[in-house]
């Protein structure tokens, strides 16, 4: 982590794009992007420098958390290399699109339906599919025509191998895109398959952590000291780990999100005096969450100076325009390519960043941020969890709800009562409130 800022061959093709490194590279004039017209600038704005990033944030001790594993192989005993994404992809898409136009569809109805589901689903489904199908394999059965209890046995397998409930759905959802039906149902919607899942929920209750396994304040806090400051000294490393985790904790938005973002002309902004910050993801992004009405990423400027006070100084340090300005006149320098961020070590200096590479990035920023306060770095940290933190953040700070669900791309606020609202409050392992 030290030396590569980006591992992989993940890239994404991108036209070269050179910035001045001057200050008055893109966007800083203050002018409006073309075709965006003033509404932009009426946005609402998330994260505030009350709410994510507020002032006041004493030092809380949190306990750490327990790494998250992936199940064990196959109960077949046997270890089941994992394909390519790619390989797996298309055999997965040939094989529903198969039974779909065997069902009498057009392959222009095909190509439609099967763009219905996420390329992140869609590579999910495939992956599940060859690891059932591998497990007919070795029991001769038929993955596409074998009966019911086939599934059932194999679903068994996977929930003694230690499974939760929700991973079992998805196995069972990626069966039922390529099973043909049963009795003109699709599996999943088979009685004793349904009784299954309800056994395996009762059997294994989900167990939803209520407290953060990593407390925000010791990362902001660490933030505002070096290396991360003064900002203009810092690293290429460490700009680059902190203005994504500060993208990411006062936009709400998933690392592919974040990946999609661009730093043409047309897609970056900067109001005037850098007061806020606006982005717009590259043409022909379609989020995990399509929405009827998508909306430009509006970042909102922490105590710009002149400074009144100390406070307002350490404020700053925190802020996610300065940090987005200061890394795009730095990254002009490398970069290869128009997409906000990229690669800053060896040997894909300049190219794309991938999503696994920004999801690594904030998991370093975050644990950095710990061994720099002498404190152990926490366990099972995960990039997505930051959503979960910021959004529970901004609902004790009284941003409404509507806003929060707006920004995160929730369609209810359900979803956040029911995944990702976190006690912030309580520190784990103790009853001491904080302020």
């Known amino acids: 982590s030290t030396g590569a800022g980006c591992h992989g061959t993940d890239v994404a093709e991108a036209s070269s794009v050179r910035f001045s490194p001057d200050r008055s590279a893109p966007g800083s004039s203050g002018e409006g992007a073309p075709g965006r017209g003033p509404s932009s600038f009426g946005s609402p704005v998330l994260a505030g420098p009350s709410m994510v990033l507020g002032p006041g944030f004493p030092p809380r001790r949190l306990s750490m958390g327990d790494s998250h594993q992936e199940g ?15 390989v797996v992809e298309v055999v997965g898409v040939a094989s529903e699109g198969a039974h779909l136009v065997a069902s009498g569809l057009s392959t222009e109805v095909v190509e439609t339906i099967l763009q219905s589901r996420a390329p992140s689903t869609r590579k999910l489904y495939a992956l599940k599919w060859k690891l059932f199908t591998s497990w007919c394999g070795h029991r001769q059965q038929d993955p596409v025509n074998c009966p019911v209890g086939a599934v059932l046995e194999f679903l ?16 069972l959802a990626a069966i039922s895109a ?5 009795g003109g149902l699709s599996v999943g919607k088979d009685p004793l398959v349904v009784r299954f899942l309800r056994g395996a929920l009762r059997l294994r209750p989900p167990v939803r952590p209520r407290v953060p396994t990593w407390d925000l304040a010791v990362v902001l806090e660490a933030l505002c000291r070096p290396p991360f400051e003064p900002i203009a000294e810092s690293s290429d490393r460490h700009l680059s780990v902190k203005t994504v985790l500060l993208l990411a904790l006062t936009s709400l938005k998933r690392v592919g999100d974040l990946q999609a973002l661009s730093v043409a002309p047309s897609h970056l902004e900067f109001a005037p005096g850098m007061a806020k910050a606006f982005l717009y993801p590259r043409p022909g992004y379609v989020p995990k969450v399509p929405s009827s009405a998508p909306r430009p990423v509006v970042l909102q400027a922490f105590c710009p ?15 996610p325009v300065r940090a987005l300005d200061t890394y795009v006149h730095r990254a002009a320098l490398w970069r290869n390519s128009d997409q906000l961020f990229v ?21 370093d920023a975050i644990s950095l941020a710990y061994e720099l306060s002498g404190l152990p770095s926490p366990l099972g940290v995960k990039a997505h969890s930051t959503r979960g933190i910021s959004a529970s953040k901004a609902f004790m700070s009284g941003v409404p709800m509507q806003d929060i669900c707006d920004a995160a791309g929730w369609s209810t606020p359900l979803t956040f009562v ?18």
């Not at 929930?159 to 079992?168: I, P, Q, R």
């Not at 690669?343 to 998991?363: D, E, F, M, Q």
């Not at 520190?427 to 409130?433: D, E």
């Open 72 to 86: 064990p192989p196959l109960a077949s005993g046997r270890h089941h290399p994992s394909p390519s994404p790619g």
């Open 156 to 171: 068994q397998d996977r929930f003694s191998a230690g499974l939760a409930h929700s991973t079992l759905r998805v196995y």
């Open 178 to 182: 390529y099973h043909a039906p049963l």
């Open 305 to 319: 100076p002149p400074f009144r006070d100390p406070d307002q100084q350490k404020l700053n340090c925190m802020c």
């Open 343 to 363: 690669c800053y070590g060896p040997p894909n200096r300049g190219l794309p960043a991938s999503k696994h590479t920004l999801s690594r990035w904030i998991v």
């Open 418 to 435: 029911r995944f990702y609202e976190l006690d912030l409050r309580v520190a784990p392992g103790s009853s001491v409130l904080s302020a």
